[in-house]
């Protein structure tokens, strides 16, 4: 079942009546679990790995305050290929010292945290540091996945404390 | 250049992106697939040409977004609607705001609802249902979500079921998602 990993987030019991609602929406969950794969793990990652998308989730579910999902990710990140040399970057205030990877971790923090003061100049500023339309896209799309995956556990949690 | 659009508006507006957008006639076979690319659908829009930059994510976030907000049972139109609209203020997505105002107005055949969003944003009064809802989906869009226990009590005193208040978190949660890149990728501007 592939709503298995948001029922899991969300802390939902095995006899929850909330599991029975997400089983309506079965198509929802599906096309939820495989968007978390085109954005965590893709066939075609471009310029941002997926050990370096584990990490951008890792600092985001830090910066939301939500110890599962963190631990989720972390438990990701701590498997790909590459992490013990970025294993410093897991806390979000830590700033790499390359300008690329800089550049694109403070423009996942901005849309994590702050996404209404987003400009052009934001976009320009990636652009500058070499990150290119596609990769920029690519990131968009994970932190936007992040901020909605969130919102669901977030919402979810609230329909199994009612029960 | 015309003006980047600012204010809140339901007038129809078009989208000037930040990033150049895929050209049709260059887009690879997984973009194509993406774009799904018909011979009856040749006319696509600048912000779903940037988004076939990641065709991975553009194959299944269409179709996960349509399901949630036009689902045929559950969550009426109108209040899937205002979700998506609490989730765009908070956002700021002026784009995003437009169209769903207009969804809304439509749906409901008002407009008072969204003429006092517009006004006093977050602090807006509404009818007591309607307030339950937009109340509901601007904590959950907020940074960190910070819906409460009292919020989803107050939706289920309204007369939300169960079902209806997962289709509301649904709604808002994916314009958490559509909000990230059509208010962060491009600009919304006067339409013609």
Same mark, same amino acid.
């Given at each position: 079942?592939?709503?298995?990993?948001?029922?899991?987030?969300?802390?939902?019991?095995?006899?929850?009546?909330?599991?029975?609602?997400?089983?309506?929406?079965?198509?929802?969950?599906?096309?939820?679990?495989?968007?978390?794969?085109?954005?965590?793990?893709?066939?075609?990652?471009?310029?941002?790995?997926?050990?370096?998308?584990?990490?951008?989730?890792?600092?985001?579910?830090?910066?939301?305050?939500?110890?599962?999902?963190?631990?989720?990710?972390?438990?990701?990140?701590?498997?790909?290929?590459?992490?013990?040399?970025?294993?410093?970057?897991?806390?979000?205030?830590?700033?790499?010292?390359?300008?690329?990877?800089?550049?694109?971790?403070?423009?996942?923090?901005?849309?994590?945290?702050?996404?209404?003061?987003?400009?052009?100049?934001?976009?320009?500023?990636?652009?500058?540091?070499?990150?290119?339309?596609?990769?920029?896209?690519?990131?968009?799309?994970?932190?936007?996945?992040?901020?909605?995956?969130?919102?669901?556990?977030?919402?979810?949690?609230?329909?199994?404390?009612?029960? | 250049? @015309?003006?980047?659009?600012?204010?809140?508006?339901?007038? =129809?507006?078009?989208?000037?992106?930040? =990033?150049?957008?895929?050209?049709?006639?260059?887009?690879?076979?997984?973009?194509?697939?993406?774009?799904?690319?018909?011979?009856?659908?040749? @006319?696509?829009?600048?912000?779903?040409?940037?988004?076939?930059?990641?065709?991975?994510?553009?194959?299944?976030? +269409?179709?996960?977004?349509?399901?949630?907000?036009?689902?045929?049972?559950?969550?009426?139109?109108?209040?899937?609607?205002?979700?998506?609209?609490?989730?765009?203020?908070?956002?700021?997505?002026?784009?995003?705001?437009?169209?769903?105002?207009?969804?809304?107005?439509?749906?409901?055949?008002?407009?008072?609802?969204?003429?006092?969003?517009?006004? @006093?944003?977050?602090?807006?009064?509404?009818?007591?249902?309607?307030?339950?809802?937009?109340?509901?989906?601007? @904590?959950?869009?907020?940074?960190?979500?910070?819906? +409460?226990?009292?919020?989803?009590?107050?939706?289920?005193?309204?007369?939300?079921?169960?079902?209806?208040?997962?289709?509301?978190?649904?709604?808002?949660?994916?314009?958490?998602?559509?909000?990230?890149?059509?208010?962060?990728?491009?600009?919304?501007?006067?339409?013609?």
């Amino acid at each position: 079942m592939t709503m298995d990993l948001i029922a899991s987030l969300a802390g939902l019991a095995a006899d929850s009546p909330v599991r029975a609602l997400l089983a309506r929406r079965e198509d929802i969950m599906d096309l939820t679990e495989k968007s978390r794969q085109a954005v965590l793990t893709p066939a075609d990652p471009g310029g941002l790995s997926h050990t370096v998308r584990a990490l951008i989730a890792v600092r985001a579910a830090e910066r939301l305050g939500d110890p599962v999902l963190r631990d989720h990710y972390f438990d990701q990140f701590s498997h790909g290929e590459g992490a013990y040399d970025l294993a410093d970057l897991v806390d979000p205030a830590r700033r790499p010292d390359d300008p690329w990877l800089g550049a694109v971790f403070d423009h996942a923090d901005r849309l994590t945290r702050q996404p209404r003061t987003a400009r052009q100049s934001d976009i320009e500023t990636l652009q500058r540091a070499g990150v290119s339309d596609a990769d920029i896209v690519r990131l968009a799309e994970l932190a936007a996945f992040l901020g909605y995956q969130a919102r669901l556990i977030s919402g979810l949690r609230l329909m199994e404390a009612a029960q | 250049m @015309k003006p980047a659009v600012h204010h809140y508006t339901t007038d =129809v507006l078009d989208w000037r992106p930040f =990033v150049t957008p895929v050209k049709l006639e260059e887009a690879t076979p997984a973009q194509r697939e993406a774009l799904k690319i018909t011979p009856a659908n040749k @006319k696509i829009s600048d912000y779903v040409l940037v988004l076939a930059h990641d065709p991975e994510s553009l194959l299944h976030r +269409s179709p996960l977004f349509n399901a949630i907000m036009y689902g045929r049972d559950g969550l009426d139109h109108g209040g899937r609607e205002l979700g998506a609209i609490g989730s765009s203020i908070v956002n700021r997505c002026v784009y995003c705001i437009a169209v769903h105002a207009r969804h809304y107005n439509q749906a409901t055949k008002t407009t008072a609802v969204v003429e006092e969003i517009f006004a @006093k944003e977050l602090d807006a009064t509404l009818p007591d249902r309607e307030q339950s809802i937009f109340d509901f989906s601007s @904590k959950l869009s907020a940074f960190p979500p910070a819906a +409460s226990a009292d919020d989803v009590a107050r939706l289920r005193d309204k007369g939300l079921t169960p079902l209806e208040t997962l289709d509301l978190i649904l709604s808002t949660a994916i314009f958490g998602w559509a909000n990230r890149l059509m208010h962060t990728l491009g600009e919304p501007i006067p339409a013609g």
